[in-house]
């Protein structure tokens, strides 16, 4: 069986959102030699012990309780990002030879150090996710990337509407932008899955997952086309062409989770999926069958993180009512990433139908957020992550602003989780991420009993 002899050299991890994996494997890609078949049965026999100690059920509980704002009880969650790279370097730690194996194989490692080393609440589980090989056509035009975040390289970008002036007010956005489709490759996708449950047989299910669903990200796909000061300016000079192309923008959103619902391709997020930008969709309230998922049996998600310097009203005027539209489709809500919601929290309220989680970023006003949200939302406090981006972090900073923050959140009634995430490094210590959960539950036992 062919196996990549150098598939090792210059691979990082390439999971996202709570280790899912987003991009499948070609055909010719999808081989597990009897090398890699050992290795790869052997982690899942440990992972597969640890999903079925009862601990993890009594995560399930919590989560579907948080979820539903049944319990105050605090919820924390860790997820590593590209700290993964320094916990698990590639060529120091994967053993598999096949590329294909060799991202089940981290895959694996990364379920494993949630459950035995960083200790969150994350649910793990006998299964193993995975994606489509598949193309998303996306707008079928995009920004031309310098530098590659694939290889855990920054990057900026050139817009293709980035040095229009005027013309940009005439211009036929027909022409250009075009509806999104998804063409998945079959032969490819079920030659993975065939394999992974030969390779896993007896030890972990198989289920396929997808992000296609995710952000409807209105304000990043007009800032990756237009450039983001022209975004800012064009709001003031030309609001009739944003209309514009927030309207295509949506129909083009509207179109591709239609697709998803009709050929059965839609994942079940309420349950141990990560949702919106942070946290796990456990909830009694929403309930999806395999295989015929509809998105009112979905957390939704929208965020306008882009427009963070924009003012509320222009935001109500130019993003949320396009955001309307597409989280009337879903069951519940989950609103924001990195803007502060502070000040544009009525009009976020008023916009997005059964709301239930919401973003609470360092640009919030934390102790406001707490007011606003009482006990009728969850309250999802984004953790910086420059607090263990450090070799040596302050712990005495860290444990003051956790029981702050928690502080306030008890006497408001909030359904509080602590999200560390967004983290582009751990300071080069891997034990910085554990150590952060450790210091978090002590401060939720000092506030919370």
Known sequence: MKVDEFAGENRIDQGQGGNLMVHGWPLEKCVVSKHDREILREIALRLRELAERPYEQQKVRLWTAHNDLQTEQPVIF??????????????????????????????????????????DDKVVEAKLYLPYHAQDTDWGIQEERIGDPTKGEAYVWKSPFADMDEEFE????SQYIKTPEIHVDWAASNQAFALAKEVFDGILEVEFRHKWWWSPNLSLSY????????????????????????????????????????????????????????GIGYTSQLHGTPGQVKLMDMWGFNEAQETSEVSPDMVNEFILPYQHELAEKFGLNYYGCCEGLDKRWDYVKAAIPRLRRVSVSQWADSRKMSELLGGDY??????????????????????????????????CGNRVELLMKDNHTLGHRPENASRWVQIAREEVGKVYG
């Open 78 to 119: 860790i997820d590593c990002e590209n700290g993964w790279n320094e916990i698990f370097p590639w060529d120091k730690t994967i053993q598999c030879q096949g590329e294909m194996a060799q991202d089940w194989e981290m895959w694996l490692r990364k379920e494993v150090y949630w459950a035995e080393v960083m200790r």
């Open 170 to 173: 005439t211009l036929d956005l």
């Open 223 to 278: 800032c990756n086309l237009r450039g983001m000061e022209n975004m800012m300016c064009d709001f003031y000079d030309y609001p009739d062409q944003v209309h514009a192309m927030m309207r295509r923008f949506t129909d083009g959103y509207l179109h591709k989770f239609d697709y998803l619902e009709k050929n059965g391709l839609l994942p079940n997020n309420a349950g141990s999926m990560y949702i919106g930008s942070g």
């Open 378 to 411: 969850v309250y999802c406090y984004k953790v910086s992550p420059t607090d263990i981006a450090v070799p040596h972090p302050d712990e005495d900073y860290i444990r003051r602003r956790l029981h702050e923050v928690l502080s306030y959140c008890k006497q």
